[in-house]
Every structure is written in C-alpha cells, then in structure tokens.
C-alpha cells in the first residue's frame, strides 16, 4: 500500500489485514487439501448447495441477486468459496462461505455439502453442459486462488481439483442473466 493513499485520512494499514490475509488462508489450505474458488455459494432449503464459479464479469454476484429475490436461500460468499473435504466423511466434499465478498457484498460463516459446480459464462438460451473431469479440473484451476511459487502447491491444488471433479458434477452453465437461468436450476437434475 502506498503511504500516499493515506494521506488525509485518519488510519493506518493495518499489515495483517487484506490481502495478507488471504494470502495466508491460501497457503494454509494448499496444506489441507483444500482450495479456494473464485464463486458463489448458494444453499437451498431443501439442502442442494450450488457452486457458480467464474472469472471477473462472468455473472456471480448476478447470479447471487437472481437467486436472493426468487428464492429464501443461503449465500455462503458472493465471490470466493473455500472447497475441501468433509470432516466427517473423506468422500464426501463441502463448500464454506468466507469474509471476502463480491459486489453483491454477501459473506456468511456456514458452510454446506456442495452438490454440484456450474462454470459461469454468458450466453443464450441456459444450456448446461456435463464437463468431463479433465475439462473440469482445468476450468476449476483457472478460477482458482493458488500460491504459485511453489511447485507443490500448484500440484497439490491439481490433486484436490480432480479428486473434486471426480466426487461433484461439474457443469458448464452457459445462461441469460434473468429469473429464467435461475428457473433452469431449479427444475435440474443431474
């Protein structure tokens, strides 16, 4: 941070906080087998939680407001997700909300069994596409938070990716940006 952006103003940095933070929740989950994901995090009431990962502009805090109007729901995260395996049960994977959110300014502290990923894109129409696990490992790393210094942290989040793609669906989500893409998941099944 540069001491010229804090000129006039009636604070200090603070050298723990953001980004140092984060950056250390990154490093420690790359020693857990765990990662985080630049996404949203939408838990139902009947208990489906769905994982919309995207890059920037690709819809996730539309996707959260699209989904916070239509129906009661929980938002663990507007835009980062942390994804690793369920304490009680090696096969089974959650998803946990984290404090950095996205525009739509939604960050929660609860955490759910993720059933299924949707890569966001737009496009026409609401098509979800099945991902085969390779393509979904490769899609997952490239909105992922990886400390890339480190050889072995870059293959211990390609190991955690494609034991996720292997346990939870993974779709590409090509969708319109109104109630109707909402509507799509709703009535989905895998």
């Known amino acids: 941070m540069s001491q010229l952006s804090l000129v006039g103003l009636d604070c200090s940095p603070d050298p723990l906080g953001y980004p140092l933070d984060e950056l250390l ?8 087998k765990a990662i ?33 109007e ?7 995260s507007d835009d980062r997700i942390i994804v690793r395996h369920d304490a009680s049960s090696q096969t089974r994977i959650r998803m946990y909300g984290t404090p950095w ?6 960050a929660s502290p609860q955490s759910a069994p993720l059933t299924r990923i949707f890569v966001l894109e737009h496009g026409h129409g609401n098509v979800i596409t099945p991902l ?5 490992v490769a899609e997952l790393f490239a909105r992922s938070f990886v400390p890339f210094h480190l050889h072995e942290y870059v293959d211990s989040a390609l190991v955690f990716l494609e034991e996720l793609a292997n346990a ?14 909402v509507e799509k998941i709703r009535n989905f099944h895998d």
């Not at 239509?70 to 663990?76: I, K």
């Not at 959110?101 to 939604?106: I, P, S």
């Not at 085969?132 to 979904?136: D, H, L, R, V």
Request: charged share 20%.
């Open 25 to 32: 929740v990154m490093h420690r989950l790359t020693q857990e």
């Open 36 to 68: 985080e994901l630049h996404g949203t995090g939408i838990v139902r009431t009947n208990g489906d939680a769905n994982l919309f990962v995207g890059h920037s502009g690709a819809g996730k805090s539309t996707t959260t407001r699209l989904w916070a």
């Open 70 to 76: 239509l129906e009661n729901v929980e938002v663990l």
């Open 101 to 106: 959110h996205g525009e739509a300014m939604y």
């Open 132 to 136: 085969p696990a390779s393509q979904a």
């Open 168 to 181: 939870v669906p993974v779709y590409r989500y090509a969708f319109e940006p109104d109630q109707r893409a």
